[in-house]
């Protein structure tokens, strides 16, 4: 799922209010939980990423990971 642009938008304002002024405690608690929420997508998409990837070395050779080969091959995409 893709960070949407309001809750970006809405992170990076607390993220100026906090150096200019500080936070509350409950903007604190806001910013921690859409912090999470970030972290959250972002591992996800970057997780889907490398479950993706094939990597092959100089001489054309597939060198994947067997640990992300496992992967494919539980999700389908890889028939060896």
Do not use: C
């Amino acid at each position: 799922m893709a960070m949407d642009q309001k809750r970006l938008d809405r992170i990076n304002e607390l993220a100026h209010k906090a150096k200019a002024e500080g936070l509350t405690p409950e903007e604190t608690m806001e910013r921690q939980e859409l912090r999470d929420a970030y972290l959250k997508d972002f591992r996800s998409s970057f997780r889907s990423q490398v479950e993706m990837l094939q990597v092959y070395d100089k001489e054309g050779k597939e060198v994947t990971p067997e640990k992300v080969k496992d992967i494919q091959r539980e999700k389908g995409l890889r028939d060896d």
